[in-house]
């Protein structure tokens, strides 16, 4: 069945039942929301005075294509990428809102198995669907708005200072790696690279838990890598009126990105976009305390310094200088 | 010049300017917003508990196209459409979060027209943009999201109750009377009627002011008018559990409508959508006291009675039935 046999309000019946029945999203509801789906407006009670927002859209045929990548990875991938702002502010996410712009040929199990994402991921993050907007567009779209809280003033791209070290939580390229195993399947590979390439472009993982580790313990300059590592390390360093020193041997590259790539690897850490890895900046004595605490492993892969704004240098094995002005993905281009 | 020719980054240096140098902009501009444009999230204090939340969508082919409506509009439209959501809440809109999706061969120039439309809206209401999102698009597509906040528990569509009167702040129809004459300019009509219906099309009034004096004097059920009187009034009631009985002689429509459509006015006003009037229900008595309190004129159109679930009746001037299922704007059929 497509979704103009269905009809808008019978679809939106259908959501909300495909939320109702999934029984452990239902052991994440907080009575902090006072209104949820179905009303004008969505109303909760704010516990702590810090609201932290943020929104990420995904457009088919820019950032998807149907057929190459499962409605369900869309989903958790759409939810996720919004998550990993949250997560590099400091915060906690806690409400959705989804607008869907979907195609009246659109198959009605595309928008279970899309939901199904969604909710995968609010049910593992703790986050609720508190309303959103369903309507008749010519290309596929989703664009999701997460709204969430903050015990501490957040972290930002503006704080980092000259003698800081950067690091980063999560692996960079993997994502671009499985895009292209994606769109060029002959490409030769084991199953187990392949898997884990694949995970990393269709199941991003955001770093809420240490986003909120790092900004207990201090750290007060962070971003999310969504564009490639040099286009967002060129922002961090121009909104913090730094330059940064990058050494290319310490990037957290996956082996199998490595190995099924062996001439592009580098190219897609630095320019790969989609990675959403967590990069932050702080002193050494914090670094070495987090190298300690945090779970996952932090890459210290270069320093801050005070050089001209905006400019980031890779140093490659040979302690060879790669100049670098921002090069990563522009939506336009 | 073309956003493409232009880049991402340029567009979004482009966009702050827009914003920066809007002078009136810069006086609504509130210290509470921590976060603005420029980070991964947005972040502010919130002054209130209770906070509302809302999003609204507008794709090219289907809310609006290019040619007919001035970019200019199509912003003004875009927030409204949120803030008459915020204002059937009862609750203060703050923050717009707003994501774009574009195609790369859009003129730079509507993007400095849609701005200015939305900064029409955030300076007549006291809005701040906080963020967004800019992505490249096979169809051009406008998702906003809107925060506020509230000091009493918000007015819902599920707490109108038998014996309350029903009433309308703002014109229905009109401005599917103002679609019409966009889509076929050979209606003849006189300037200042064109002008009216034009106007309700293109530059709706969200009821923000109106929905504070409800909520201040004990209204508790209210809905904005977006889809149509007979659908949003038929959900309405559905969520009440309750049924309502309209005087169609009482419906609030402007004279230009009747005159430029004698045979179609009665079926815009039931069914047009795009209104972003205020409906709402309460006790006679406190009608009475808004009837002499709220500036704009309020309409008692009818009541809401303890009948079927969701039905909703009409009466002609005969006191005829015309006993109506919901038959408003379907986003897929």
Redesign the interface.
């Known amino acids: 069945m497509l979704?103009?046999d269905?009809?808008?309000?019978r679809?939106i019946n259908r959501i909300q039942r495909i939320i109702k029945n999934r029984d452990k999203y239902n052991h994440i509801l907080s009575d902090n929301l006072?209104?949820g789906i179905?009303?004008?407006?969505?109303?909760?009670?704010?516990s702590?005075?810090?609201?932290?927002?943020?929104?990420?859209?995904?457009?088919e045929?820019?950032?998807f294509n149907k057929g190459t990548i499962p409605f369900r990875d869309v989903g958790w991938k759409a939810i996720s990428s919004n998550l990993?702002?949250?997560a590099?502010?400091g915060?906690k996410p806690l409400?959705a809102?989804i607008?869907l712009?979907?195609r009246?040929e659109t198959p009605v199990n595309d928008i279970d198995e899309l939901y199904a994402g969604f909710l995968d991921a609010c049910i593992e993050y703790n986050l609720q669907i508190?309303?959103?907007?369903?309507?008749?567009?010519?290309?596929t779209?989703i664009?999701i708005?997460i709204?969430g809280e903050?015990t501490h003033?957040?972290m930002?791209?503006?704080n980092a200072k000259p003698l800081d070290q950067i690091g980063i939580i999560g692996w960079i390229g993997s994502s671009k790696g499985g895009f292209e195993l994606i769109s060029h399947p002959r490409v030769i590979t084991s199953t187990k690279a392949k898997q884990q390439l694949l995970n990393a472009h269709l199941h991003p993982i955001p770093r809420l838990n240490e986003g909120n580790i790092l900004i207990d313990n201090g750290v007060s300059a962070?971003?999310?890598i969504s564009d490639g590592l040099l286009t967002d390390l060129h922002k961090f360093c121009e909104?913090s009126r730094v330059s940064a020193k990058i050494d290319g041997c310490k990037l957290p590259i996956e082996k199998a990105l490595i190995n099924v790539f062996p001439d592009n690897y580098m190219d897609y850490a630095l320019n790969g976009g989609e990675d959403y890895a967590l990069m932050f900046s702080t002193s050494p004595k914090i670094m070495e305390h987090l190298k300690r605490i945090v779970p996952a492993p932090i890459s210290i892969i270069g320093n801050v310094e005070d050089g001209p704004i905006g400019e980031v240098i890779i140093i490659d094995k040979l302690r060879n200088h790669i100049l670098t002005a921002?090069s990563g993905w522009?939506?336009?281009?």
């Open positions: 979704i103009k269905l009809g808008e309000i679809l006072l209104v179905g009303d004008d407006a969505a109303v909760w009670k704010a702590e005075c810090i609201q932290v927002a943020t929104t990420d859209t995904m457009v045929g820019i950032h990993s702002d949250v590099a502010m915060g409400y809102l607008n712009g979907l009246p508190i309303g959103g907007n369903l309507v008749s567009s010519p290309t779209f664009a708005q709204t903050s003033a957040p930002l791209r503006s962070a971003m999310d909104a921002s522009d939506h336009y281009k």
